[in-house]
């Protein structure tokens, strides 16, 4: 039996059920192998009191520490995130607040690798725990624990350390590996672990029926993104304004919604495009089946789920060369990869319009990427590192 200490900072909980949705995929994929015993630790970092009881740090506060989630053994410890440091003592002070609990978990679960599933904090903290209970660390890199907290002249060290201390790397995508041996790790170092979908949740379902429940006639585009800049909803609001008639239905939020919806009603398009807030994963499916192009003009990413999700469910994608982009986009069917430019996404959703195609043709893009493959990947991963860690040590 396999005992597995999952660690990650980007993990749903009861206030955010939305937020790392896809690392609870991979954990729940993974605890569900029955070669495998799983624990989670999902920190929460929190400014120092009072800050760290008031406004959105309020609800964190309010989470129980200790509780069941899906089945799974959960802690949500708390660490002290310091205002205004860039993250400089995020790992630190995760670390610290670390070693006691996992000391303890330890006692009646003596766990044999420590699975990262984001890069930072965690990654510098796994490894640090790692070597203090003698156990072999992954470490997986999703998009922007790398993009941003692998260049930020605060963190940068802290994540390159990481990476070379390892005992073995994940990437979310071909891309992501590529930009992590851009910080001067070696590839053959470095292994590709896609993300997976649910492919009985997210399929094609009658258009039409999914359109008139949302009370659309008519060409309908769906964007999936938190409301951040990086996502650039704006590009798309824009895209969407030079196609006459073509609804857009924009799921997320975030800080960017007031200066978007200020964009919509600029553009006289309030009939047209609306912000939908955020929307529970569970009720993605349907609005995704109901879309006719999925369209996120992201400046970065790894391997965005929505882009999985959204090609499952029979619906063409249009996006922008970020990432794994084109490990998704492999066929014509699957959608376009635009330039990030509001005209060139106009005229590629313009082309999906005008030539839709067949919905289980722009499925069969998401076959490879099931939460059964990345269950098998993701253990064989695992069960190697610890085979490597006994071999070496006998």
């Known amino acids: 039996m396999l005992r597995v200490l999952t660690l990650s900072s980007l993990f749903p909980d009861a206030s955010r059920p939305n937020f790392g949705v896809f690392v609870e995929g991979q954990m729940l994929g993974l605890a569900a192998h029955p070669d495998v015993a799983l624990k989670l630790v999902a920190p929460l970092g929190l400014p120092p009191w009072p800050l760290g009881h008031r406004g959105r740090y309020a609800q964190l506060s309010a989470l129980p520490q200790h509780e069941d989630w899906k089945g799974v ?34 006692r009646d679960f003596p766990f044999d690798v420590i699975d990262a599933s984001f890069f930072f904090p965690d990654g510098p903290a796994a490894v640090a725990l790692g070597r203090r209970f003698g156990v072999p660390v992954s470490i997986k890199a ?35 590996k590529a930009d992590i041996a851009a910080l001067g790790i ?67 939020e975030g800080p960017e919604r007031p200066r978007l919806a200020a964009q919509i009603a600029r553009l006289g398009l309030e009939d047209r495009v609306r912000l939908l807030g955020s929307v529970a994963h569970g009720d993605l499916p349907p609005l995704l089946a109901a879309a006719d192009v999925m369209a996120l003009a992201s400046s970065s990413e790894g391997l965005a789920n929505a882009w999985i999700e959204a090609v499952a469910s029979g619906t063409p994608i249009v996006i922008p ?37 067949a919905r289980d043709a722009v499925r069969a893009a998401a076959a490879g990427f099931t939460w059964e493959a990345n269950t098998a990947a993701l253990y064989d991963h695992l069960s190697g590192l610890v085979a490597s860690r006994a071999q070496s040590s006998g």
């Open 73 to 106: 053994e959960t802690w949500r410890p708390r660490f002290l995130n310091l205002p205004g440091t860039g993250g400089r003592f995020h790992a630190a002070m995760l670390t610290r607040a670390l070693v006691p609990l996992l000391s303890r978990i330890r």
């Open 186 to 252: 070696a590839p053959d170092r470095i292994r590709v672990h896609h993300t997976g979908v649910d492919l009985t949740r997210f399929a094609p379902r009658d258009q039409g029926t999914a359109k008139a429940a949302l009370g659309i006639d008519g060409p309908l585009i769906v964007s999936i993104g938190a409301l951040i800049p990086r996502k650039g909803h704006d590009m798309v609001i824009d895209a969407v304004s030079a196609l006459p008639g073509v609804q857009l239905r924009i799921a997320g």
């Open 142 to 176: 999703r998009g922007a624990d790398i993009h941003h907290w692998g260049r930020a002249p605060a963190t940068a060290a802290q994540v390159i350390a990481a990476a070379q201390a390892a005992d073995g790397l994940l990437a979310v995508s071909q891309a992501m």
């Open 321 to 357: 060369a970020a990432g794994g982009a084109a490990e998704v986009v492999t066929s014509p069917a699957a959608g376009r990869i635009a330039g990030r430019t509001a005209p060139a996404f106009a005229a590629a959703i313009g082309e999906l319009l005008a030539a839709p195609p």
